[in-house]
């Protein structure tokens, strides 16, 4: 079911997407684009939680990878949560904390064992 509703929110990924191509300033196209994105990447923790609580790994995923990897993302949504506020004050400094945010994500997933660098 989370599957479904994550790959449901995907799908709207390209009308906010196209509204920031056409007016990249505007906070009316960052705080759509950014929310969709916080949306999502707390979808995304959702399906690493549910897979690592039912076991749907084909190999376990260790403890500590497993805490890194939600710290990483949830810290991403974060910074994405700020650059939806930050989007009514300073829209460009909001597309630059977006991209930022996946600094955390890279730097986890760089730091995990070489047999987990993939999964995610």
């Known amino acids: 079911m989370i599957n479904l509703v994550w790959l449901g929110i995907v799908a709207l990924v390209p009308f906010p997407t196209s509204v920031l191509g056409a007016h990249p300033?505007?906070?009316?196209?960052?705080a759509p684009f950014l929310s969709l994105f916080v949306v999502?990447?707390?979808g995304y923790i959702a399906l690493i939680a549910r897979a690592q609580a039912v076991g749907a790994w084909t190999e376990p995923l260790p403890t500590p990878v497993y805490r890194r990897t939600?710290?990483?993302?949830?810290?991403g949504a974060a910074t994405l949560v700020i650059g939806v506020a930050l989007s009514f004050l300073a829209p460009w400094l909001a597309l630059v904390l977006a991209v930022l945010q996946s600094a955390p994500?890279?730097?986890v997933l760089h730091r995990s064992p070489a047999g987990y660098r993939?999964?995610?």
């Open 25 to 30: 300033t505007a906070t009316a196209a960052i």
């Open 40 to 42: 999502l990447t707390l």
């Open 70 to 75: 939600i710290a990483a993302f949830s810290l």
């Open 105 to 107: 994500v890279v730097l």
């Open 118 to 120: 993939n999964w995610f």
